[in-house]
T-cell receptor, first 113, second 109 residues
Framework: DAGITQSPRHKVTETGTPVTLRCHQT?????MYWYRQDPGHGLRLIHY???????DKGEVSDGYSVSRSKTEDFLLTLESATSSQTSVYFC????????????FGPGTRLTVL | EDQVTQSPEALRLQEGESSSLNCSYT??????LFWYRQDPGKGPEFLFT???AGEEKEKERLKATLTKKESFLHITAPKPEDSATYLC??????????FGKGTRLHILP
């Protein structure tokens, strides 16, 4: 497995609380991505990063922010969690901007009550 | 609008019964089409990349093919360990990656 870890792996929180998910890589890949996966939807891109402090929005970025202060860490923050953000969140990394070299982490299951 | 449609949503096969999964797409300038395998509770695992119509890739019992409008993932003589969800994704000319909803494949022993 590519060296990608996500923490926490499971989290239950209440509506209105802030939540931060962490993705850590040991591969020194340039690109890092946050996706969410929901029943009835394909994986949807939330945000991605193309370098330290360089980030951009994906197709479902509303309600989420990200930060990347080091090559190896990419944080996803839900400023005020809502029930619609209950999902499984996957981090992915790649050396180039593309699908074939994307390696995915194990996922974080987030439940917002 | 760019989109990816996978069919069927779910497929149950007997061990050894060959079949195909379909991924049809509309995208502005295809840069690549990707197949992933996803096991329950895990992240997707990359299988293949196809870049142009007519291209084929093989790995063990799996073969992926590509035309101008769709891709097929052929599974020959499947085994129970091939049971998983198979995801298709496309990359557009502006580097947007769009995933399909997946096909859940169950191989019965």
């Amino acid at each position: 497995d590519a060296g990608i870890t996500q923490s926490p792996r499971h989290k239950v929180t209440e509506t209105g609380t802030p939540v931060t998910l962490r993705c850590h890589q040991t591969e020194n890949h340039r690109y890092m991505y946050w996706y969410r996966q929901d029943p009835g939807h394909g994986l949807r891109l939330i945000h991605y990063s193309y370098g330290v402090k360089d980030t951009d929005k994906g197709e479902v970025s509303d309600g989420y922010s990200v930060s990347r202060s080091k090559t190896e860490d990419f944080l996803l923050t839900l400023e005020s969690a809502t029930s619609s953000q209950t999902s499984v969140y996957f981090c992915a990394i790649s050396d180039v901007r593309g699908g074939d070299t994307q390696y995915f982490g194990p996922g974080t299951r987030l439940t917002v009550l | 609008e760019d989109q990816v449609t996978q069919s069927p949503e779910a497929l149950r096969l007997q061990e050894g019964e060959s079949s195909s999964l379909n991924c049809s797409y509309t995208v502005s300038g295809l840069r690549g089409l990707f197949w992933y395998r996803q096991d329950p509770g895990k992240g997707p695992e990359f299988l293949f990349t196809l870049y142009s119509a007519g291209e084929e890739k093989e790995k063990e019992r799996l073969k992926a093919t590509l035309t101008k409008k769709e891709s097929f993932l052929h599974i020959t003589a499947p085994k129970p360990e091939d049971s998983a969800t198979y995801l298709c994704a496309v990359q557009s000319r502006d580097d947007k990656i769009i995933f399909g909803k997946g096909t859940r494949l169950h191989i019965l022993p």
